[in-house]
């Protein structure tokens, strides 16, 4: 009986995270840019800990924006009337979602810079 409780588990995390990007426009672009990222760490062949530091300022902004969407369809369950309080949440979480997001671009200068400035001076010289 666990057996089948942990595959329904799975199930349901799947289908919330393909649903997430079959309706999300902002996660489409983070999934991209997370790909993107995610080819330009094997260029520059990093080290194993910048590579877990992308891939945390990644996951943090995946997660972040999942949380919001979660948010987001509950209050829109809760109630379809303007309210301050679903306001609050509904701003509250894009902002942690924008957090996630500045924390990656910082994440990926300190990270990337340096690679990028050693690519840059080896095609000058």
């Known amino acids: 009986m666990k057996e089948k409780h942990l595959l ?4 349901y995390a799947f289908q919330g995270l ?3 990007v ?3 426009k902002h ?9 993107l ?11 194993a800990q910048e590579f ?4 945390f300022a990644i996951v943090f902004v995946l997660v972040t924006e999942m949380l919001n969407t ?7 369950l809760i109630t379809t009337n303007p309210h301050p309080l679903a306001k609050i949440t509904k701003d509250v979480a894009a902002g942690g979602v924008l957090v996630a997001s500045v924390n990656a671009v910082i994440v990926g200068l300190v990270v990337f810079l340096p690679h990028l400035i050693v690519l840059v001076r080896r095609m000058v010289s």
């Open 37 to 47: 990222t995610m080819i330009i760490c094997l260029f520059f062949k990093l080290s």
């Open 8 to 11: 329904s588990s799975f199930s």
């Open 22 to 24: 079959k309706t999300q």
């Open 18 to 20: 393909f649903y997430v």
């Open 52 to 55: 877990l530091l992308v891939l």
């Open 70 to 76: 979660a948010l987001e369809s509950m209050i829109n």
């Open 27 to 35: 996660m489409r672009f983070h999934f991209l840019a997370a790909i």
